[in-house]
């Protein structure tokens, strides 16, 4: 099977829509259409029904998502083996959302240098369809997400219970009330902020990525919620105080890895020492 063809139908999975596929890969959407008709008389089965509102998956379009997902992974795993460095039996290629890199994807880093220093790392850090895109295509074995889809063939593991905690900046006067900074943590968090009837300032400045909201409160002053990894440093020097009182909320982190990946050995080694550096 054609590389070509496997990742253009993956990307019409993805993206529902043959369009939308022709602009992500960056070709004609006459170029999808004749890799996916060429797919089809290939395997004999139809794999997609197209429609106005885009193009779904018919029963063997399903059956074959799994076969072209391994196909890509087992492609992308071969290309990155034959670069393996001198000097080192293996590699994995792991990737974080962007407000786990301090201290998790860090702490991961050093621990991996410490004690498993034969094998090479490749380190992402980006959005989460990003990563998700590069774990679905094989550049990435692990992605550590907040809210991972749920994805055919792909194993999600709970790696971290992380909190949310209100912190704020020491207010210079008794009667100074730090200004709230509103971080987007997602829909989860929001319905969970509003069911606790949580009374805030109306959101004067609202984030969508929690290190930007926290160097804004350190540097301009203000409250807000933050992961308590994240906080911890500045509430030992004295920078943040937690709000006395103000509700906590979860806020898990998950492994997501090809359920095909678990017989590398470096998988494994990987995982544990997420485990390790977040207990």
Same mark, same amino acid.
């Given at each position: 099977?054609?590389?070509?063809?496997?990742?253009?139908?993956?990307?019409?999975?993805?993206?529902?829509?043959?369009?939308?596929?022709?602009?992500?890969?960056h070709v004609t959407q006459t170029t999808v259409?004749?890799?996916?008709?060429?797919?089809?008389?290939?395997?004999?089965?139809?794999?997609?029904?197209?429609?106005?509102?885009?193009?779904?998956?018919?029963?063997?379009?399903?059956?074959?998502?799994?076969?072209?997902?391994?196909?890509?992974?087992?492609?992308?795993?071969?290309?990155?083996?034959?670069?393996?460095?001198?000097?080192?039996?293996?590699?994995?290629?792991?990737?974080?959302?962007?407000?786990?890199?301090?201290?998790?994807?860090?702490?991961?880093?050093?621990?991996?240098?410490?004690?498993?220093?034969?094998?090479?790392?490749?380190?992402?850090v980006g959005l989460p369809d990003q990563l998700?895109?590069?774990?679905?295509?094989?550049?990435?074995?692990?992605?550590?997400?907040?809210?991972?889809?749920?994805?055919? &063939?792909?194993?999600?593991?709970?790696? *971290?219970?992380? @909190? !949310?905690? $209100? =912190?704020?900046?020491? /207010?210079?006067?008794?009667?100074?009330?730090?200004?709230?900074?509103?971080?987007?943590?997602?829909?989860?968090?929001?319905?969970?902020?509003?069911?606790?009837?949580?009374?805030?300032?109306?959101?004067?400045?609202?984030?969508?990525?929690?290190?930007?909201?926290?160097?804004?409160?350190?540097?301009?002053?203000?409250?807000?919620?933050?992961?308590? &990894?994240?906080?911890?440093?500045?509430? *030992?020097?004295? @920078? !943040?105080? $937690? =709000?006395?009182?103000? /509700?906590?909320?979860?806020?898990?982190?998950?492994?997501?890895?090809?359920?095909?990946?678990?017989?590398?050995?470096?998988?494994?080694?990987?995982?544990?020492?997420?485990?390790?550096?977040?207990?």
């Amino acid at each position: 099977m054609d590389i070509d063809r496997a990742r253009t139908f993956l990307e019409i999975v993805h993206t529902g829509s043959f369009l939308k596929a022709s602009e992500r890969l960056h070709v004609t959407q006459t170029t999808v259409s004749a890799r996916i008709r060429t797919l089809e008389d290939e395997l004999g089965r139809k794999l997609f029904i197209r429609n106005r509102n885009g193009a779904v998956l018919t029963s063997a379009g399903r059956e074959f998502e799994r076969f072209a997902q391994s196909f890509l992974q087992v492609w992308e795993r071969a290309r990155q083996q034959l670069k393996i460095p001198a000097g080192k039996t293996g590699i994995i290629a792991l990737g974080g959302e962007l407000s786990l890199w301090n201290p998790v994807l860090l702490d991961w880093l050093l621990w991996m240098k410490q004690n498993r220093p034969e094998i090479a790392i490749r380190a992402n850090v980006g959005l989460p369809d990003q990563l998700i895109e590069q774990l679905r295509t094989g550049v990435l074995d692990i992605a550590v997400l907040y809210a991972p889809p749920m994805l055919t &063939g792909f194993t999600v593991e709970l790696i *971290e219970e992380e @909190e !949310l905690v $209100l =912190v704020r900046t020491v /207010p210079k006067a008794a009667s100074e009330e730090p200004h709230y900074v509103h971080v987007d943590w997602g829909p989860q968090f929001a319905a969970s902020q509003a069911s606790a009837t949580l009374s805030t300032d109306p959101h004067g400045l609202l984030v969508g990525l929690g290190p930007l909201g926290l160097s804004y409160i350190l540097r301009a002053g203000g409250s807000g919620y933050f992961r308590k &990894g994240a906080v911890k440093p500045h509430l *030992e020097t004295g @920078e !943040l105080e $937690l =709000v006395a009182g103000a /509700p906590r909320f979860t806020y898990p982190a998950y492994a997501i890895y090809a359920e095909a990946g678990t017989a590398r050995a470096e998988l494994p080694i990987a995982l544990d020492g997420l485990k390790q550096v977040v207990r």
